[in-house]
């Protein structure tokens, strides 16, 4: 409850920023929301990942990240036809991409044994790729 509480601060502090409650500030609320679920679901295959005794087939690999994909998928997918209707920046997917990009990559390169130190450096690492170019993309 707590993180949809100061998820909410986001549009307030957008809508105090614009001076008026535009509505923007509810895309911002709603991508970033997006973005974070998957992430999310991302982070949790390459734990489950690395109790993996040896690289599974591809097949296997897939049915693992299936749920990571279709959220990372649905995202790009999804601010790709926003912004194509003109809804949203229309650069605003590269972010999306960037996520996508990496759970592809994930999926084919199991974290077999990593450590999670490693796991979190890395998601922290594409999430601040993905902050710098969804700021870069907003415009």
Known sequence: ??????????PAAFWIGVGT???RGWWLFGL??????AS???AYLRLEQRELKAVPGLAARLRMAQRALAYTTFNAAATAVLAALGLLPALLPVPYLVQWVEAVW???NPAVGRRPTA?????????V??????ILTWR
């Open 1 to 10: 409850m707590r993180r949809l509480v100061a998820a909410l601060a986001a």
């Open 106 to 108: 994930g999926t084919l």
């Open 129 to 134: 790729i993905f902050t710098i170019a969804f």
């Open 32 to 37: 970033i929301w997006f973005q974070s679920a």
């Open 119 to 127: 796991i979190g450096l890395r998601q922290l690492v594409v999430s």
């Open 40 to 42: 999310i679901v991302y």
């Open 21 to 23: 409650a535009d509505p």
